[in-house]
C-alpha cells in the first residue's frame, strides 16, 4: 500500500498516456490518473463501456500502458471476477508467477454502475472477489449524449429529462449506490471527490489492499454534460463538498467515518448556479434541493454522532 | 491502413500508450503559459491536467528575485487542450490562458 | 460415478472404461479430463447437471480448478471471458433462455478471438416457456461465429468437448467452440461410453499453448472501440478464422480416431450408396432415424440415414459429395425460423450448399420434434411415405410442419 500524505508521495510515473479523446478539462482523466499511479503497473483494468473507454482505446490508438480490457457495458465486475479467478487458479498451478501480486481494478461509469451494471457488480460483491471496483460518476449517461441514470440528481435537465413546463428535470433523487454497496458489507466503501486528490489517491490505495472487494465512487464533475465552462471542474468538484451535495466518506469493515469535515457549509444554490444543467430551477426547486440536503447532513450527522459537517452559513 | 493480414487478431492493440502519436494539443483555442517566477511549486497543476500535458522537469531555477527551486513544469503543448484547469487551480495565478492564433 | 469398470484396450494401446452417464455428465467428465482452470455458469434446465457434477469433482480434488458462482448467464460467459483473456482454460454451459442471455456476449467471445468452450444441452425458447427439447437456442446462435458441433449419442460429447478444446485453441483459429446435445433426451438418459483409463493421455492431446494475454509484463489492450476503417478488416479475420476452423476439425478428428479408435465426419451417413432418397436430421434422433431406415429398408424402400455433426463452419462440399447418389433429401429441423422462406435453418444451408455446385437433389424441409415433441421411427416412415405421395409439390410447399394438430 502506497502511503500518500501530501502531493509530493505520488509516484511520478504516467500510466495513462496523453492523446486521448476525452474532453478538455474532463475530470474523468484526471481520476483515471491518479488511480494508476497509485495502482502501479502491476494492474490489470476492466473497462466498462463508457466515456473513457470509447475516448482512451479508439482503435488502433490506446493511453493505456496496463493491461486493459473491456468487453461490454453491464458486465465489467463478471468479467474481473473471471480475471481474478483466473490469476488465482494459474498462480497456484504454477503457470504464471504466484510471487508476483496483481491488482484488478474495474473502472466504469455510473450508467455502467448504477443501472445496467447493478447486477454484475452485486454478484461480484456478494461472491468477494479481490477487486477495486472505482465509479467514475458524472451523474449521467455522458457518452451516449447526456441522458439521464440512476445517478443523475434531482432536478437536473439531461436530454432524456429537460426542465420544461410538464417536466422539471430528473423527478427522483440520487440512487444511495455507495450504501447499496456498503449493504453487501464488503470490506472497504468509500466516496471520494477529484477535487480533493490527497483524499481520492488514499481511498485508492486502501481499496487496493483489503482482502476483498472495495468500491470507491469518486465524483466526475463534467463540463460538457453538466453546462460549465472546462476550467471549473475541479472547482465544481469542491463546491460538491462545501455545499454538502457531495460528502466525502469511507466505511472500513463496518466502521463509517467522513473524511471531508465541513465545519461551515454553503446553501447549495452557489454549486447548482455555477451549472448549466440546473439553470431555470426555480426558487421553490433550489429550496427542495436544499432540505434534501439538510436531511442527509442531519442523518451523516447522527451515524457519525459528531457534526462533521456543520451548519449552513448562507 | 493495414490489411486483415497485417493487423492482429480480435482487435487487440498490441503497443502500450500509443495514444501519444495523437497530437490533441491541435484542439486549442487557449494556451496556458506558466510564469516560472511566480510559480510556488505546490504541484497542483499537474496534479490536475486531465490529459498529464504538465511535466515535472528536474533542475534547478532561479527566479528574477534569486529564490532557487529544484524542479519547475513544463507544459507539453503537443497534448495540452487548452481546458483552462490549471489556470484556474493555480493558487498564486502564475498561469495565464493566452488566446491561440495559429 | 456408475462404472462398469470394464478395461477396453482400443486398437491403439490405450485403454478405456466403459461407464454409463448421461450427457450431462459425460460433460463433465469431458472436462475434468481435459483439464480446466475457470467454470462459471448459471443453472438453467436441463444443463444443471453438468455445472452440478463439475462442482462435486472440484469438491473431491479430481478436477483442479474454480467455479465461479456468477449470478447470470450474462455473466457466465463474461467471467470466461475475463478468465480466458488473462490466460485461463475456461468452460461454461448453459441452454435455452441462458443463451440468448448471453447471446450479446457471444459475439464478443468470438470478436475477442478467445478459445473459450462450451456444452448447450438444447431446449426450446420463450414464450411460451417450454424446458424441452428442439434446437431453436442453438440455431439463434448461428451467426455468433462459434464452431458449433451437434452431438446424438454421449460418447460424441465427450470426443466433441476434447476437440472443442483442439480446435478452439488452434493458433490458426482461437475462435469459441460449442458442443450441443439433447435436452433431456440426452442430458438426462443414460448411455455406455468409453472414456479412458488414464487421463494424462486427454491432457497429451490437448497440451496448453501460449498466446496474447492480459500480464502487466505485456500490456495489451484488448477490446478497444473499433471504427469503419478496421473494423471490417478484423471481421474478415474471423470469416478467415472459420474456414481455417474446418481443417482445425478434421485434424481434431483424427486425433480423437488415432488415440481413441472412434472415427467422425462433419456429415454422417447411413446406407445412403445405394438410396434415391435419405433423411437428414441432427442431434438426438439421428439414432431413431437410424432404425427407421433399417425398417423401411425391410419394407423395400431405398432409403438413407445423414447428419450434420459440424454445423459451424458449415460443412458443405462433404454434404454436397455425401449427397451425389440422392435424388430426393429431406431435411428434418428441430427449429423453426419464423417468416423464413424455408423455415428450416439447416434446410435453408442445405439449399445454399446445393446452390453453389448448380446441381441440387430435391430438397424438402420438414420441421418436427418442437418443444420436446417426440420423433419416433414411425414419424420418419411418414415422412417418407408423404413426400412419395407429394411428388413434385412437395418442394413447392416450403415447409411442412410434421404432427401439428389442426
Known sequence: ?314 | MKSWRELPIGGIILEAGNSVKRRTGDWRVFKPIIDHDRCIRCLLCWIYCPDGAIRIVDGVYKTSDGKLWSLSFEIDYDYCKGCGISAEECPVKAIELVEEVR | MQASVERVKTPYGIEQTRVLLNSNYTAAYAIRDVGVDVIAAYPITPQTGVVEKLAEFIASGELDAEMIHVESEHSALSAVIGASAAGARVFTATSSQGLEYMHEVLHIASGMRLPIVMAVATRALSAPINIWCDYTDLMNARDTSWITFIAYTAQEVYDSLIEAYIVSEDPEVMLPAMVAYDGFWMSHTYEPLYIPVDREIVRKIVPRRSRITLDPENPVTMGSIVGPDYYYEIKYQQVVAMEQAYRSVRNADRIIEDTFGRRYEPIEVYRVEDADIAILTYGGIYGTLLDAVDRMRERGIRVGAMRIRLWRPFPAEDLVSKARNISTLIVVDRAISFGASISGPVALETIAAFHRVGSSPDVISIVAGIGGRPVTERDFEGMVETVFKLGRRAREIGTLYWGVRG
Open chain 1, 1 to 314: 500500500m502506497i502511503r500518500i500524505r501530501g502531493v509530493r508521495d505520488l509516484p511520478r510515473e504516467e500510466y495513462f498516456a496523453p492523446g486521448h479523446g476525452l474532453c478538455a478539462g474532463c475530470t474523468a482523466g484526471t481520476i483515471v490518473r491518479h488511480l494508476l499511479k497509485i495502482a502501479g503497473r502491476n494492474t490489470i483494468v476492466v473497462n466498462a463501456t463508457s466515456c473513457v473507454e470509447v475516448s482512451t482505446t479508439m482503435y488502433p490508438y490506446t493511453s493505456w500502458r496496463v493491461p486493459w480490457l473491456h468487453v461490454a457495458f453491464e458486465n465489467a465486475a463478471a468479467a474481473a471476477s473471471g480475471i481474478e479467478t483466473a490469476i488465482r487458479v494459474l498462480a497456484r498451478k504454477g503457470i504464471i508467477d504466484p510471487g508476483r501480486s496483481v491488482n484488478i481494478v474495474v473502472l466504469a461509469g455510473d450508467g455502467g454502475t448504477y443501472d445496467i451494471g447493478l447486477q454484475s457488480l452485486s454478484g461480484m460483491l456478494e461472491r468477494g472477489h479481490r477487486v477495486m471496483y472505482v465509479l467514475y460518476d458524472n451523474e449521467a449517461y455522458m457518452n451516449t449524449g447526456i441522458q439521464r441514470s440512476g445517478s443523475t440528481p434531482l432536478h437536473a435537465w439531461t436530454t432524456t429529462t429537460p426542465l420544461g413546463k410538464a417536466m422539471r428535470g430528473k423527478i427522483q433523487p440520487k440512487k444511495p449506490i455507495a450504501e447499496i454497496v456498503a449493504a453487501h458489507r464488503i470490506p472497504y466503501v468509500a466516496t471520494a471527490n477529484v477535487a480533493y486528490p490527497i483524499d481520492m489517491d488514499q481511498k485508492f490505495s486502501k481499496g487496493l489492499s483489503v482482502e476483498g472487494p472495495s468500491f470507491i465512487h469518486v465524483l466526475q464533475p463534467c463540463p460538457t454534460g453538466w453546462r460549465f465552462d472546462p476550467r471549473y471542474g475541479i472547482k465544481i468538484g469542491r463546491l460538491a463538498v462545501e455545499t454538502a451535495m457531495w460528502i466525502n466518506w469511507e466505511m472500513e469493515n463496518g466502521n463509517f467515518r467522513v473524511t471531508t469535515r465541513v465545519p461551515k457549509r454553503k446553501h447549495v444554490r452557489h454549486y447548482l448556479e455555477a451549472q448549466g444543467r440546473f439553470r431555470g430551477l426555480t426558487k421553490e426547486e433550489i429550496e427542495e434541493i436544499q432540505e434534501y440536503i439538510d436531511k442527509e447532513v442531519e442523518r451523516i450527522n447522527k451515524l457519525v454522532g459528531e457534526e462533521v459537517i456543520g451548519p449552513r452559513i448562507d
